[in-house]
């Protein structure tokens, strides 16, 4: 299904960082080119050996890595990308890619791709609901980012709310549905219609001073 697509994970320091491996290696089943960009902070939540032996290519960390492939490895990966999908989104992370800092391999690399990109926050429930998060958020959607609201449920700090991760595979409907399905409705203009709506009511009438019922059908449009 996605043979000669290449994927770009960009993984961030957050608990949810494990869940990845799992979408990693359901992208690479459907024949997905995957790769794999960790922040330092990420290092400390999962292995990057982890995803390099789910996906067959080296995961990427640091920007001065001299055991490359390519002349120059983020500007490579950006051509090749047909889509991004940062997940876990940490906060640090969203505010770096919102203003325009690009100071690891992850964030430089994903300011050189001009494919479609996704954020999929994940935080503790205050942070994710701080202003200046929310308005970075629409900042990335002003740029033409896709994010994928968190879910609200039990988080690692010990509190509920707003800010869990969604899970893998929801993450990877929409890695499919932008590059997977064609677009075959896009520029068309679509109407929906639906018939008038009816119910059956009685209305009462007298005749010969006694009271009746009768069942009709009113018509409502």
């Known amino acids: 299904m996605l043979k000669d697509k290449t994927v770009l994970l960009g993984v961030t320091g957050s608990i949810a960082a494990y869940k990845i491996a799992y979408l990693a290696s359901a992208l690479k089943k459907l024949h997905a ?5 960790m922040t330092k902070n990420a290092v400390n939540f999962i292995n990057p050996i982890t995803f390099e032996t789910l996906t067959g290519n080296k995961c990427l960390v640091d920007t001065f890595d001299r055991n490359f492939e390519y002349s120059v490895e ?11 999908m940062i997940a876990p989104a940490s906060a640090n992370v969203i505010g770096k890619v919102a203003h325009g800092i690009a100071d690891d391999m992850l964030t430089t690399t994903v300011m050189a791709c001009r494919c479609k990109k996704f954020i999929a926050p994940a935080m503790n429930t205050n942070m994710y609901e701080n202003p200046i998060v929310q ?6 959607q002003v740029y033409g980012y896709g994010v994928v ?9 010990g509190d509920t709310g707003a800010g869990k991760m969604v899970e893998p595979d929801a993450l990877l409907d929409v890695i499919l549905q932008e590059i997977a399905y064609e677009k ?5 203009k679509i109407l929906v219609t639906a018939g008038p709506t009816q119910e059956y009511y ?19 449009r």
């Open 184 to 188: 075959d409705l896009a520029g068309l």
């Open 149 to 157: 609201d968190p879910a609200v449920g039990y988080l690692a700090c």
């Open 74 to 84: 983020h500007v490579s990966l950006a051509k090749k990308a047909d889509i991004v």
């Open 202 to 220: 009685k209305p009462f009438y007298r005749k010969d001073g006694l009271c009746y019922c009768k069942n009709r059908i009113k018509e409502r």
């Open 33 to 37: 080119d995957v790769h794999v960009l």
């Open 135 to 140: 308005d970075n958020l629409k900042i990335l």
